[in-house]
């Protein structure tokens, strides 16, 4: 049987409820709330793709050194470098339903990523290469094994790759700072292997049971999750990163960061609010070390 889509009629709805508040002469005073009420399916989730580093390693790789040690983790020299410097990010417009702007904004994102961290890599002193990037519309297989189920986003660290996904939802409802941390995140990841960090990360799993596996996932998603933040500090109050907006979509991830991940190998939805507003305020790297902190801050 034809009938109107849901979203249709919500939009019907929408437009004869503007023009009467047109009307009435208040829509400029409810024009901030309407933009943050219809996120939630665009903010995204991530998650690393489970598989350890292949013979490239990081900027301290275990098979030429040994097996790292925790400081690499917990001591890293990215903790000491200063503020995230503003990589002058201008990806663009995001129109809906333009999968030609959509896949322009994920490169635009990557690459001011790129220059961001290029600059923090050279102040910790540490070698850096910059992630592959594919676009998918599917669910693929990637070097690291199959797609992880509910994710847009997937890292690989055997060929160091960000898989992005850009479903028919996103294309359709588009919310370009929800995008733009989803890529940040998958970043995070990259950023962890290039210094070293995830050589650590391995090295421990390797050898735990299965509560420590997980709270040694949550440590590697919260910072990856700050890390984001901290990126995101560094283009706040840009027409990209809106107070209202980074507002909204720290609450979505108090309010529903845990609910894909039934393990909790990301952390409570309070948790992953917490290290996003921690890495936003302080806008360092040293603010996401998320490996020296005491277990009941990454629960």
Same mark, same amino acid.
């Given at each position: 049987m034809?009938?109107v ?11 004869g ?6 009307i009435a002469?208040?829509?400029l ?5 309407a933009t943050? &009420? &219809? ?7 991530a998650?690393?793709?489970e ?6 390693g990081g ?8 097996a790292?040690?925790?400081?690499v983790?917990?001591?890293n020299?990215?903790?000491k470098t ?5 990589p002058?990010?201008?990806?663009g ?5 333009s999968m030609i ?7 635009r994102? &990557?690459s001011c ?11 910790a002193?540490l070698?850096f ?5 594919r676009i ?5 297989k990637?070097?690291c ?5 509910g994710a847009d986003?997937?890292y ?5 790759t960000?898989?992005l996904?850009i479903?028919?939802e ?16 998958e970043y995070g990841?990259?950023?962890q292997?290039?210094s ?9 799993r390797?050898?735990?049971g299965?509560?420590?596996?997980l ?5 590697s998603?919260l910072?990856?999750e ?22 909204y979509t720290?609450?979505?991830f ?19 609010a917490?290290w996003? #507003?921690r890495g936003? #305020? ?6 996401c070390?998320?490996?020296s902190?005491?277990?009941?801050y990454?629960d």
């Open positions: 034809n009938t889509p849901k979203s249709k009629v919500a939009t019907l709805l929408v437009v409820l503007m023009l009467a508040l047109a002469g208040v829509v005073a409810l024009a901030g709330v943050t &009420t &219809t996120r939630g399916g665009a903010v995204g989730e998650r690393q793709a598989s350890p580093p292949g013979e490239a900027a301290t790789s275990g098979k030429k050194t040994g790292p040690g925790r400081a983790a917990t001591a020299p990215l903790y200063s503020r995230l410097s503003s002058n990010c201008s990806p417009d995001l129109p809906a339903n702007a959509y896949k322009r904004f994920l490169t994102v &990557t990523l790129n220059r961001a961290w290029a600059t923090q890599f050279r102040r002193g070698p290469t910059k992630p592959k990037l998918i519309t599917s669910r693929v990637t070097a094994g199959s797609w992880n189920t986003g997937v690989c660290s055997s060929d160091r960000m898989y996904m479903s028919r996103q294309l359709r409802n588009p919310f370009p700072l929800g995008i733009t941390r989803l890529v940040a995140h990841h990259h950023v292997q290039v070293g960090i995830w050589n650590y990360y391995w090295t421990a390797a050898s735990a299965k509560t420590a596996k709270q040694l996932s949550r440590r998603e910072q990856a700050c890390f984001s933040a901290v990126f995101m500090s560094s283009i706040r109050n840009t027409p990209l990163v809106s107070p209202a907006d980074w507002d720290v609450d979505w108090r309010k529903n960061g845990a609910k894909g991940w039934p393990q909790n190998d990301h952390g409570k939805g309070e948790t992953q917490a996003m #507003s936003f #305020s302080r806008g360092t790297p040293g603010a070390n998320t490996w902190s005491p277990a009941r990454v």
